[in-house]
């Protein structure tokens, strides 16, 4: 069974930094794209950042670029969200995401909240 | 970047009533590979989204057979054949064709 597990999420000061892990188990994690999706509370989804299957190639959104950076340890099944810099509206849940073909997210981690708030 | 136009906004249905919702793109989701990267979630209250549909009309695994999915180019469609009351939520669709990925705004249904 697939499981993703998000953990960091906390109240930061703006300005502030924090770091998400997103340990996973039950797929062989090194063979996949990794996501981070992120849903500011009460509002619709918003892709964070992607990485591929050996970590050597990552992306983002304007809104975050220069400020997030996505990582993984393909040894311990995690991907990493270093996020710096926190706004008010990075305020949100950040979903871990599975990356499976055809460009789809398949499996998705039960989120772990982020406030950014003084 | 593109533009996913969800219609409705929101969508009231009885137990048993089929519905639909649809997802229009600001600009044509077929890749230059022929494939077309439109994909529809479920993100059920309290609960992390689910993939429903890819590839405009693919069942993912485990998805019942009431879900199906249809369009090209830029227009698109999520069925549910019999609405059962598991299926409330805010449905959304999502390109992954054009970079960056992009969510439609979402489509809460609900009961009447």
């Known amino acids: 069974e697939v499981q993703l597990v998000e953990t960091g999420g906390g109240l930061v000061q703006p300005g502030r930094s924090l770091k998400l892990s997103c340990v996973a188990s039950?797929?062989?994690?090194?063979?996949?794209?990794m996501y981070w999706i992120r849903q500011a509370p009460g509002k619709g989804l918003e892709w964070v950042s992607s990485?591929?299957?050996?970590?050597?190639?990552?992306y983002y959104p304007d809104s975050v670029k220069g400020r997030f950076t996505i990582s993984r340890d393909n040894a311990e099944n995690t991907v990493y969200l270093q996020m710096n810099s926190l706004r008010s509206e990075d305020t949100a849940t950040y979903y871990c995401?599975?990356?499976?073909?055809?460009?789809?997210?398949?499996?998705w981690g039960q989120g772990v909240m982020v406030t950014v708030s003084s | 970047d593109v533009v996913l136009t969800q219609t409705p906004p929101t969508l009231s249905a009885t137990i048993g009533q089929s519905v639909s919702i649809s997802c229009r793109s600001s600009?044509?989701?077929?890749?230059?590979?022929?494939?077309?990267?439109l994909h529809w979630l479920l993100q059920r209250p309290g609960q992390s989204p689910q993939l429903l549909i890819y590839?405009?009309?693919r069942l993912e695994s485990g998805v019942p057979n009431r879900f199906s999915g249809s369009g090209s180019g830029t227009d698109f469609t999520l069925k549910i054949s019999g609405v059962e009351a598991e299926d409330l939520g805010v449905y959304y669709c999502?390109?992954?064709?054009?970079?960056?990925?992009?969510f439609g705004a979402g489509t809460k249904l609900e009961l009447k």
């Open positions: 995401a599975k990356g499976g073909p055809q460009r789809r997210f398949d499996y």
């Open positions: 039950g797929f062989t994690f090194s063979s996949y794209w």
């Open positions: 990485i591929n299957t050996d970590g050597g190639s990552t």
């Open positions: 600009q044509s989701l077929l890749h230059s590979n022929g494939n077309t990267y």
């Open positions: 590839s405009v009309s």
């Open positions: 999502v390109q992954g064709t054009h970079a960056p990925y992009t």
